[in-house]
Structures are given as C-alpha cells and as structure tokens.
C-alpha cells in the first residue's frame, strides 16, 4: 500500500526543546483573549483562549498510532485529496477550495457542545484536544457525486467528547454547525444553502467507535480547504454528512433538519449511507470513481464498512431511509 513520509528536516532547522516550550508558555501566559473578543461566525470565546496549533504540531511531531481501516488500499495523494474537494463556504468549484483557503480564519477556534447534556460549555480548541487521545485513522471517504479517495486522517473518536459532556436520556439526535463568516467566506455570500452548514446524526451513529472528530491528515494539521480546525468524519456515509470548520454541537429530542436535506430533500436522505443499491436521482451509485486511478471500481455497501455498522439500520428500509 502506497503510504505518505514525513519530510526530513535538516538538524539545523530544528527549533530546540527549550525553545519551543518556552514559546508555547508565552503564548499561554501572554495572549489570553479578553471575555467578550467576537471572532468571524460570531463565535464567543472564553476568556482562556489560546492558539491551538502550536500545541497540536507538537502531538504530531511526536508520532501517533495509525490504524488502516481502509482494507490496505492505496492511499491518495495528498495533493489531490487537498485541491479536489466540496467545501461550499469557499466556492462551488473543486479548486475553489485551495485557491480560497486562506479566507478561513481559524485560530483561535472554540467548540460549543450544549442541548440536552448536563455539563454544556465553550472551549478553545487547545483545551478540548488537550483531554483528547488522537491517532490516525485511514478510511476511504466517498462523495456522493460517485467519486471517493483513501485518506489518513487523525483525530479521536466523537463518542469521548460527548461523553465529557455528559448527553442526557433525551438525547437522541446530534446535530453539528459550522463556523458563518460571510465577510470572509466568499461562497456564504451566495443563496447555494442557508448558512450556516448543518448537518445531522442519530446518538447512536455519532457515537459509534468509527464516527470521527479530525484535525489532521497526512500527518500534517488541517489544512483549511480540507475542514480546518476540526470536522467531522463518518466513513459509512457520503461525504457531505462529515460537515468541515465545525463550531457547535448540540444534542436534541427532536430531529433537525441539515442544510442539505433543507435544500433538496429529494436528493440528499438523512441518513446518507453509503448504498450501492440506492440511486441517486440523477446518476447510479452503483460505482464510483477512486481519485488518482483510472476507470470505475464498485461501491461497497456501508463504504465497505458493513460488519460494523450494518446492526445500527436492522429492519429499516434503506430504499425509503436514504
């Protein structure tokens, strides 16, 4: 299987140790935000917040463990998987956005997690990744649009950061948002959806051990045409259900509506799986197109993924639930 390697970096070029840790205690004890700094999307932040990425390069650096969840497929390549991708926010083309991502401002970042949880809060990013385990996890990720790739992503499982927050017994939808920053974000300028991007899971899915919190790939941090700092990734699913930049989560009773299914109900399903069976209105999901090779493979029922997921759907009719 084809895999990535980090680049060698000269002797000479390493910033030392003490250097470093002397840098990341400034930054900590120097550039706290004052409690009511407003940042795009009308994030509020808490009156710690801090720069995250210094902190997550350093995780990185150090190595983490990597599972393939992908059947040891070959991996795509970094840079299509970074300048071939839907990321509305910034444009409808598949270039759009790379040549964009510099509009997402993305740090500092906070994370919202309310509804029906008994310990709600907002967090800088730093501090919900510092109670984190992260490791690499390498899926296969397929567009609804019929065209998929093989991507390492790192992260850690959604499951851990909902159970800090302790869901109550009414919780029984999460559903996620992600960041509105029309002054910067040229596609929210646009009436495409009605920002900003919402997506939506059952408790049980955003809970299963696969669903995925990422804020990496390739070994690298997200880059922001990919979803900086941190989204969403559910390999069963087409891709537009694993929603970029995300800023809350909320868990409710009652199930919302995403921003797709708002749009084009017809179209786009609340569940979204992944199912060769089930066409799309407008082409055969039967196939599909793996990014970097030629020709057409077949679709796999659940993304290949059905031994684990498959109990989740038991007895519901995946032609009427799509």
């Known amino acids: 299987m084809t895999r990535y390697r980090y680049l060698a970096i000269p002797e000479s070029e390493v910033t030392p140790r003490e250097v470093f840790r002397q840098r990341r205690r400034l930054l900590k004890g120097g550039t706290a935000l004052g409690a009511a700094a407003m940042l795009p999307g009308g994030m509020l932040f808490p009156k710690n917040a801090r720069a995250w990425r210094d902190d997550l390069e350093g995780r990185l650096a150090e190595g983490l463990p990597s599972r393939d969840l992908a059947g040891d497929e070959a991996l795509t390549p970094r840079d299509d998987a970074t300048s071939y991708n839907n990321f509305y926010e910034l444009g409808t083309r598949k270039s759009d956005p790379e040549v964009y ?7 500092p970042w906070s994370l919202t997690v309310d ?8 967090l800088a990013l730093e501090e919900v990744l510092v109670r984190e385990t992260l490791e690499e996890r390498i899926y296969r990720l ?12 790192i992260g850690f499982p959604l499951a851990d950061l909902l159970k800090r927050h302790a869901p109550t017994s009414r919780a029984r939808y999460v559903r996620f948002e992600s960041i509105h920053d029309p002054d910067n974000l040229r596609g929210q300028r646009s009436s495409i959806l009605d920002w900003p991007y919402r997506e939506v899971l059952r408790i049980d899915e955003a809970m299963h051990p696969l669903t995925l ?20 990734v559910v390999p069963w699913k087409y891709g537009f259900k694993s929603i970029k930049s995300v800023v809350r989560i909320t868990l409710t009773e009652e199930r919302p509506t995403s921003a797709w299914m708002e749009q084009n109900p017809s179209e786009y399903g609340f569940f979204a799986n992944v ?19 030629r020709g057409k493979r077949e679709t796999l029922m659940f993304n290949g993924y059905a031994d684990e997921v498959a109990e989740l759907y038991a007895g519901m009719d995946l032609q009427e639930n799509f």
């Open 101 to 107: 991502a510099h509009q997402l401002v993305t740090d």
């Open 115 to 122: 509804g029906e949880v008994y310990t709600p809060g907002t």
């Open 142 to 153: 397929r567009c609804v649009e019929a065209w998929s790739m093989v991507i390492p992503w």
């Open 213 to 232: 919190m990422a804020v990496g790939m390739y070994g690298e941090v997200m880059p922001n045409q990919n979803g900086a700092p941190i989204r969403l």
């Open 275 to 293: 199912n060769p069976e089930v066409d799309h209105p407008r082409w055969s999901q039967a196939r599909e197109r793996r990014i970097g090779e």
